[in-house]
């Protein structure tokens, strides 16, 4: 159980680094997308941030609901 926060805290570090590595390569094309002709479906990138992120939050709360909070306090895992 003492180590459940360092865990967490290392896994949430190596998933955002992860993320900021891989859109690096999007971050630099960004001046090369950036043209007056495409600029018309930018909108939907917001859209699927919120969408994913609010995914993750989901996914992370049904995890610990379901598997952590019945394991540590000793009920039946789904």
Do not use: C, E, N
């Not at 570090?13 to 900021?20: D, H």
């Not at 690096?24 to 992120?53: C, E, K, M």
């Amino acid at each position: 159980m003492k180590h459940l926060p360092l865990r967490l805290t290392l896994a949430l570090a190596l998933s955002a680094s992860f993320v900021a590595v891989l859109a690096a390569p999007a971050a630099a094309a960004t001046p090369v997308l950036a043209d007056q002709r495409f600029q018309w479906f930018y909108w939907i990138g917001f859209a699927l941030v919120l969408s994913f992120v609010g995914w993750l939050i989901m996914m992370a709360i049904g995890y610990y609901v379901k598997v952590l909070r019945p394991k540590y306090r000793g009920q039946k895992q789904a």
